[in-house]
């Protein structure tokens, strides 16, 4: 390395055997940190103290659940499946963790996961909770059931075998149900747009005005054109008539927008009006029909 910067055989010669060195180097220096050289007091205080807490944890949820579950309470802010796996998941992610604790947290978690199905489809179908009413409830149900029957494969903490097919069962009916659901929200919608049908020409104007609009657009930028083009020859006839043909259609555009505007709104006020009148006959026709039913 006398040289510099060095030629490139020194580099092709030398180089190698160095990185080779810097990697064994590394490879030692990772060896003797990892197996020979013992955390620090304090960093083994603290993973102690982490591995009793998440135990102790799960310990007080379980312990809260013996004491206080009815499997016929159907109030799912006290206990739910959430709450459990949210005590039992750094369980999980201790490399050496209670087995017995972990399955009996599964036992549990699995018991919930059952009642919140049960629950959370029955509330949905009453519709009377506003809460429950959407069906996003028991769509976020489906989806952590379907999460956690994964899980237990890895810890070998998976439910029973009738367990499982019950599982499996309330799935299939929420799902079905969330279909229904579904097919009801278009057809409630469908039903609102045929409120709105007054609206339609209304909205058939907006639709054309804003097509027209769009069409204007190519010739603006047209006639713009061929006035920079004539840009040097002011005085001529061209550029005037390219000029005039420029404002014209400017001018156009922005009556075009301004009346878009205006028939967009009036579509929609007399939208929103027609809604809300078909909306609350529809109410009060099915208020009065349950009224004549109890009598």
């Given amino acids: 390395l006398e040289t510099s910067p060095p030629s490139n055989s020194c580099i092709n010669h030398l180089f ?39 135990h102790d944890v799960l310990q007080g949820v379980l312990a809260e659940l013996r004491v206080g579950y009815n499997k016929e309470d159907e109030d799912l802010d006290v206990f739910n499946a959430a ?20 399955k009996d947290g599964f036992k549990w978690l699995w018991i919930l996961v059952e009642r919140d199905l049960k629950v959370t489809l029955k509330l949905t179908k009453m519709g009377e909770d506003v809460k429950f009413a959407s069906g996003f409830q028991l769509e976020m149900c489906v989806l952590t059931f379907d999460s956690l029957i994964a899980c237990p494969k890895d810890h070998d903490c998976g439910p ?53 609009t769009a069409m204007l657009s190519p010739l603006s930028v047209h006639y713009r054109a061929q006035v920079l083009e004539n840009l040097n020859d002011v005085q001529g006839l061209i550029f005037w008539e390219a000029a005039k043909a420029m404002v014209l259609v400017e001018l156009l555009s922005t009556v075009l927008g301004l009346l878009t505007k205006m028939v967009k709104t009036h579509a929609e006020t007399l939208a929103n009006k ?22």
Avoid at 47 to 54: F, S
Avoid at 278 to 290: E, K, P, V
């Fill in 83 to 102: 709450v459990v796996w949210d005590s039992l998941r750094p369980l999980l992610e201790l490399t050496d963790y209670n087995k017995k604790l972990a």
């Fill in 160 to 212: 029973s075998s009738d367990k499982r097919k019950q599982l499996y069962k309330l799935k299939r009916e929420a799902k079905y149900y969330l279909r229904i659901h579904g097919l009801k929200t278009v057809l409630k919608a469908i039903k609102m747009a045929i409120h709105a049908k007054e609206a339609f020409s209304w909205l058939f104007l907006q639709t054309l005005c804003t097509t027209a």
């Fill in 274 to 295: 027609e809604i809300s009148i078909g909306t609350y006959s529809h109410s009060f026709d099915t208020i009065l029909m349950r009224h004549i039913t109890k009598m």
């Fill in 16 to 54: 190698p055997a160095l990185i080779l060195l810097l990697l064994a180097c590394m490879l030692v220096f990772t060896i003797k940190t990892f197996y020979y050289d013992e955390p620090p007091k304090e960093v083994l205080d603290i993973i102690a103290q982490e591995y009793d807490k998440r």
